[in-house]
């Protein structure tokens, strides 16, 4: 069975603050995505991650896949108040893209 | 992920009850994925439909779940006699099948009293 742990599960930080969100897993992915929800929303996705080591920017978020398919992180740069949410990786094991493995999540939330 | 249109929002049940859920997927899409999200947990795959076929329910409890997508019409999740462990967020997510992008929908909320 395929795990993904994503950590850490809760962070609050103050505006202006960098920060990290991890995702490991023990098997190697086909791909790797990261999404951010909304309460009440669903899931949207931020980026997808498909090559060992590739490293993916969107605006201030950095998202970097391990070599060994892994492992990824996201990276926060001067975290806004709109940044607040809950981020979550998603793996793919396979050739089918759409069953994902979700990681637990992270609620991120920024203080003004 | 605007055009995955799920219905209804929110649904209350009572314990025994059965639980609809509609999922019309994006125009022009013909896969359909369902995951279920407990409170404070990921998002759990349920299962993978394309029109008319099942193609893969390895996530789904063995009684009470049923899916289905038929030729005509939205897909359905099914929960007959739902308990109280079943409260949950309900996400549909569709797709063209050319390793393109997943879409959500905005998801169906069961609460079971």
């Known amino acids: 069975t395929q795990l993904l742990e994503q950590s850490p599960q809760f962070l609050s930080i103050q505006e202006g603050e960098n920060l990290t969100v991890y995702c490991n897993s023990s098997?190697?992915?086909?791909?790797l995505q990261w999404y951010r929800q909304e309460p009440g929303e669903g899931p949207v996705l931020l980026v997808t991650v498909v090559t060992g080591g590739e490293v993916k920017k969107l605006k201030r978020l950095t998202f970097q896949f391990g070599d060994a398919r892994k492992d990824s992180s996201l990276h926060i740069t001067a975290a806004q108040p709109g940044d607040t949410g809950l981020y979550l990786c998603a793996g793919v094991f396979g050739s089918n893209t759409g069953k994902l493995i979700f990681g637990q999540g992270t609620t991120l939330q920024v203080k003004p | 992920n605007a055009g995955v249109m799920q219905n209804p929002r929110h649904l209350v049940r009572r314990r025994g009850q059965e639980a609809r859920l509609r999922c019309s997927p994006m125009k022009g899409h013909s896969h359909v994925y369902w995951y279920r999200q407990l409170p404070e947990e990921g998002l759990k795959f349920m299962v993978y439909?394309?029109?008319?076929?099942?193609?893969?329910e390895s996530g789904m409890p063995k009684e009470r779940f049923s899916a289905e997508f038929p030729k005509e019409g939205p897909s359905i999740l099914r929960i007959q006699q739902v308990v109280r462990g079943d409260s949950a967020a309900y996400f549909c997510a569709s797709y063209t099948g050319n390793a393109g992008e997943l879409f959500f929908g905005e998801g169906s909320r069961l609460t079971v009293l």
């Open positions: 098997s190697v992915f086909s791909s």
């Open positions: 439909l394309q029109k008319e076929n099942i193609i893969d």
